[in-house]
């Protein structure tokens, strides 16, 4: 949080000398993850094929955006991102019988290019140059806090300190954010934008599950906190025994072959300094005798 702030002081000040290049703002919108818990009735599958639709919450965040070049932008953003999952949604017996939950709020700063792919600076044909449109794509680094919780005897119970399988984890981890977006900016000054983004991580520790069940702790407290098989009803048991009988200690309880992953969907607002927007500028007044010499800012 302080190096975001830092960041946004000191972009705020070099705008002083270069006003018109500069925008900042917020952004709300949903937010899922990708990882072990999820999908239907199959197996782990790649991207989006595993999102629990019903499982989408929300983020909020706040950026800043420097104009490079014409055509490419920088810009330095921090979201506040919640990603929550649940085996009890999953008809895969495997999962379901796991009977694993979580909720994880995750900060998020990423550092990303922006390259404009369409552009229209004149929207409407005004030859006023107030309305703008911009479609782009955008790639960086990041780095997250990741704190994984689960539900358990009524409250939620922080895992990453308890090494459920046996492995301590790091808070701290990287990412690489990518994604599509565009923006409508209005009277030279507004931006109103729509982005989705994905992060590609780099742990696979999200939702804390990964490999496999570690051996009996013996604790009580911790052995009904893992294995969750055994607060399922006896009817559910009863339906796939073998399910139930594959939740085991030292068996298998996560997929390690692939990293946990999260998107976000956003709309956003921000603002643009004195409102000297990406428009063009006419530099000859000449419509039809000389050619329009126009310039981005």
């Not at 009735?41 to 999102?51: A, L, V, W």
């Amino acid at each position: 949080m302080r190096i975001f702030t830092l960041l946004l002081l000191t972009s705020l000040s070099f705008s002083l000398h270069a006003q018109w290049l500069w925008d900042y703002g917020m952004s709300l919108g949903g937010s899922n993850y990708l990882g072990d818990i999820g999908g239907k009735e199959q197996s782990r599958r790649d991207f989006i094929s595993d999102i629990k639709l019903a499982k989408t919450r929300w983020n909020v965040g706040g950026f800043v955006r420097h104009k490079w070049r014409p055509k490419i932008s920088w810009r330095a953003a921090f979201d506040y991102i919640r990603l929550e999952g649940d085996d009890k949604l999953s008809t895969n017996p495997g999962r379901k019988f796991r009977n694993f939950n979580f909720k994880n709020d995750v900060f998020d700063l990423s550092f990303t290019g922006e390259y404009f792919f369409f552009e229209d600076n004149d929207v409407g044909n005004t030859y006023r140059y107030r309305n703008g449109f911009r479609a782009y794509v955008f790639a960086g680094v990041g780095g997250f806090y990741t704190n994984p919780k689960t539900f358990y005897q009524g409250k939620w119970v922080a895992l990453q300190p308890l090494a459920t399988e046996g492995t301590f984890y790091r808070k701290i981890e990287a990412n690489i954010p990518m994604g599509i977006g565009f923006y409508f900016t209005f009277n030279r000054k507004h931006r109103l934008g729509f982005e989705m983004n994905y992060r590609k991580t780099f742990t696979d520790y999200i939702d804390d599950i990964s490999g496999q069940y570690p051996s009996d702790p013996k604790d009580p407290y911790l052995r009904g906190l893992i294995m969750r098989k055994n607060e399922l009803d006896s009817k559910t048991i009863s339906d796939n025994k073998g399910a139930y009988l594959s939740h085991d200690w030292g068996m298998k309880r996560g997929d390690n072959t692939n990293k946990d992953g999260y998107m976000t969907l956003n709309i956003s607002y921000s603002y643009v300094i004195r409102g000297k927007s990406s428009f063009y500028r006419v530099r000859n007044s000449s419509f039809f005798t000389k050619k329009r010499k126009m310039r981005t800012i």
